[in-house]
Every structure is written in structure tokens, then in C-alpha cells.
């Protein structure tokens, strides 16, 4: 069996808002179907280069705006990719690696500054958060283990 990914719904406050804020960052508009009633909309939109969209809307989830949080975006060089989101006007951390090596732990307090030492796969990061609070994390991962 063979299961993919497809989408992830994000709560967000206002619509317009959200969507230009993934647009700013490159994502492609995939869908914006609204119903005429304004009770149902839905937002679709894809980063560059993933096979996985985000969706949002009005009535699509019962979620609190913001309440998302961990969504991850791969890329392969943590420090180019921060900077580009930055050039864009994003607020975005500064890049970071966990104190222990490995996977980044929930909060700031095992944080240290700049990219793992050895820019181990799966060993970088970077945070931002969108307009209501959903929180995004990037990661380096420069070999991808087969079949992803």
C-alpha cells in the first residue's frame, strides 16, 4: 500500500490575510473556491517543490486559529533558504541546532545558535509563524532516504 501526504488544514482568523501571507513566501495558489453565501470557502496552496498543499478557509475546520504548530518544510541549504524568506519580510528565527544534536525539542530552551556543526541531515532549523500564530519550522536535509 502505497499512502501519500496530501494536505494539511491550517485554522486561520482571516482568509485574505493567510493567503497573502503563503503567497508572499512563494507557495503556489492552487484553489480559492468560495460559495456565494460567504459560510464556505476554501484556500488551497502548495510551497515550491512539495508534493503536500495546505488548505484554510471559512468553515473548513473548528480548530483556534494559530493552534497549529510543527509543520515542517525541507530544504537543502538552511542558511540560503533563511535568508531568502528573510529578504522576503518574513519574521524568521535565526538558524538554529538542538544542544543535544538531534531533533529539535518543543520551546527555545535547547536551542543553540547556528546551523549543526557537522550540517548533519535532519540537524538544522529555522522558525516562523504565520499571521495567527501556526508555527513552521525549516529543516536541512541534503540526502533523502530512498523512496521519499
Same mark, same amino acid.
Given at each position: 500500500?502505497? $499512502?501519500?501526504?496530501? %494536505?494539511?488544514?491550517? !485554522?486561520?482568523?482571516? %482568509?485574505? %490575510?493567510?493567503?497573502?501571507?503563503?503567497?508572499? $513566501? +512563494?507557495?503556489? $495558489?492552487? #484553489?480559492?473556491?468560495?460559495?456565494?453565501?460567504?459560510?464556505?470557502?476554501?484556500?488551497?496552496? =502548495? /510551497? !515550491?517543490?512539495?508534493?503536500?498543499? &495546505? &488548505?484554510?478557509?471559512?468553515?473548513?475546520? =473548528?480548530?483556534?486559529?494559530?493552534?497549529?504548530?510543527?509543520?515542517?518544510?525541507?530544504?537543502?541549504? &538552511?542558511? #540560503?533558504?533563511?535568508?531568502?524568506?528573510? +529578504?522576503?519580510?518574513?519574521? &524568521?528565527?535565526?538558524?538554529?541546532?538542538?544542544?543535544?544534536?538531534?531533533?529539535?525539542? #518543543?520551546? =527555545?530552551? *535547547?536551542?543553540?545558535?547556528?546551523?549543526? /556543526?557537522?550540517? #548533519?541531515?535532519?540537524?538544522?532549523?529555522?522558525?516562523?509563524?504565520? /499571521?495567527?500564530? *501556526?508555527?513552521? %519550522? $525549516?529543516?536541512?536535509?541534503?540526502?533523502?532516504? /530512498?523512496?521519499?
Amino acid at each position: 500500500m502505497k $499512502l501519500k501526504l496530501e %494536505v494539511l488544514v491550517l !485554522p486561520v482568523s482571516d %482568509v485574505d %490575510v493567510a493567503k497573502a501571507f503563503y503567497e508572499g $513566501l +512563494g507557495f503556489r $495558489l492552487d #484553489a480559492d473556491f468560495p460559495v456565494s453565501d460567504k459560510e464556505f470557502r476554501v484556500v488551497q496552496l =502548495t /510551497p !515550491p517543490g512539495s508534493e503536500c498543499s &495546505i &488548505i484554510f478557509g471559512d468553515g473548513v475546520t =473548528t480548530a483556534e486559529p494559530g493552534s497549529v504548530q510543527g509543520l515542517h518544510l525541507v530544504v537543502d541549504d &538552511i542558511v #540560503a533558504a533563511r535568508d531568502e524568506l528573510a +529578504g522576503l519580510g518574513l519574521d &524568521i528565527s535565526e538558524v538554529f541546532h538542538d544542544a543535544d544534536g538531534v531533533f529539535h525539542h #518543543a520551546g =527555545t530552551g *535547547n536551542r543553540v545558535s547556528g546551523p549543526h /556543526p557537522a550540517r #548533519a541531515d535532519y540537524g538544522s532549523f529555522a522558525s516562523f509563524s504565520d /499571521p495567527d500564530g *501556526n508555527g513552521w %519550522v $525549516l529543516q536541512e536535509v541534503k540526502v533523502r532516504a /530512498p523512496g521519499r
